[in-house]
């Protein structure tokens, strides 16, 4: 998990703190695809049967499709 995405403001709020699974993920020697903030609208979409990423064009959308391009790549997968 990383920040909350508040719905009225739109600012991403690190309730969590902020470097600490990059900075794990260096002392295993592994990737760090990046974070993805959390946002109610993950849930409305999935709660709608609708995937978030074919909904929004938006920064939280982003990063889920940088993070799977990032697991993608490393399994040599084409991206697209």
């Given at each position: 998990?990383?920040?909350?995405l508040?719905?009225?403001c739109g600012?991403?709020?690190?309730?969590?703190g902020?470097?600490?699974?990059?900075a794990?993920?260096?002392?295993?020697s592994?990737?760090?695809?990046?974070?993805?903030?959390m946002?109610?609208?993950?849930?409305?979409?999935?709660?709608?049967?609708?995937p978030?990423?074919?909904?929004s064009?938006?920064?939280?959308?982003?990063?889920?499709?940088?993070?799977?391009n990032g697991?993608?790549?490393?399994?040599?997968?084409?991206?697209?």
């Open positions: 998990m990383a920040g909350f508040c719905p009225h600012n991403d709020v690190e309730i969590f902020t470097g600490k699974v990059e794990t993920a260096k002392d295993f592994v990737p760090y695809l990046g974070r993805i903030p946002s109610s609208m993950i849930a409305t979409s999935g709660e709608d049967g609708r978030f990423v074919l909904q064009n938006d920064s939280v959308s982003k990063s889920f499709r940088d993070v799977t697991m993608l790549a490393r399994l040599g997968e084409p991206q697209g």
